[in-house]
């Protein structure tokens, strides 16, 4: 992180503040680039520019909140088909790995072949969900894949019951809500950060985002 203040010669990602990671980024989405998705927090993540940001729409940057006055409600229109369709897609990415880890362990493979182990997959890490680890039953109960006394192998069912076994119109039912109770944490974050604040109407506005200070 490096600012425009003269002889500032730039600070490493984990001694930079949340704020200064959070702003950083979201003024990059401001500014019509994607970031790729990284499963923790990490020095190194990629950012693409012409790409579409699916399901997002940002108004004029003079009014931060035209685009978040619905999120308190989580009304069925936020995310539309294809964004859910797209985070479906990355679960079943998740699921497929997790899958192979779980044959791959029980069938002996990497012990029968020691040189073709990877880390932090050939092991129990990859035999579990991470990035999806938690999913809902029709009654909006949340059904958690990793949990102590459940198996690998008993997540993976959780899984497809609360989820891959369904219909597509309920799996996407289902990622909406998943996204929905994501969002909501992201904002109650960023309430928490006081970089926005809830206003008397339900709407969220800016506090803390000054769009000249990010480089």
């Known amino acids: 992180m490096k600012t425009r203040n003269p002889g500032d010669a730039g600070r490493d990602y984990f001694e930079i ?5 959070f702003i950083s980024k979201l003024e990059l989405l401001h500014e019509g680039y994607m970031i790729s ?4 927090d990490k020095k190194s993540y990629h950012v693409l520019e012409g790409v579409p940001l699916v399901g997002m729409r940002v108004g004029e940057r003079s009014n931060i909140r035209c685009y978040s006055a619905d999120l308190k409600k989580m009304s069925i229109d936020i995310f539309d088909n294809d964004i859910l369709d797209r985070f479906i ?5 998740e699921k ?3 899958e192979k880890a779980i044959q791959a362990y029980e069938n002996k493979f990497y012990e029968n072949n020691p040189g073709k182990k990877i880390t932090n997959y050939s092991d129990e890490n990859g035999m579990y969900f991470s990035s999806f680890n938690c999913v809902f039953d029709k009654a909006g109960e949340p059904q958690y894949l990793n949990l102590p006394g459940l198996t690998p192998r008993d997540g993976l069912n959780r899984a497809y019951t609360y989820f891959f076994n369904l219909p597509q119109y309920e799996k996407r039912n289902a990622m909406r809500k998943i996204l929905a109770d994501r969002a909501k944490e992201d904002l109650n974050k960023t309430l928490e950060l006081g970089l926005i604040k ?3 109407d339900g709407l969220y506005s800016n506090v803390g985002l000054d769009d000249a200070t990010i480089v």
């Not at 503040?17 to 990671?21: A, Y």
């Not at 998705?37 to 923790?40: E, G, Q, V």
């Not at 897609?89 to 990415?93: H, K, L, R, V, W």
Request: net charge negative; hydrophobic share 25%.
């Open 37 to 40: 998705p990284t499963t923790s």
């Open 198 to 200: 809830l206003e008397e």
């Open 89 to 93: 897609t990355y679960f079943e990415s």
């Open 17 to 21: 503040e949340l704020t200064e990671d």
């Open 96 to 98: 497929n790995a997790v």
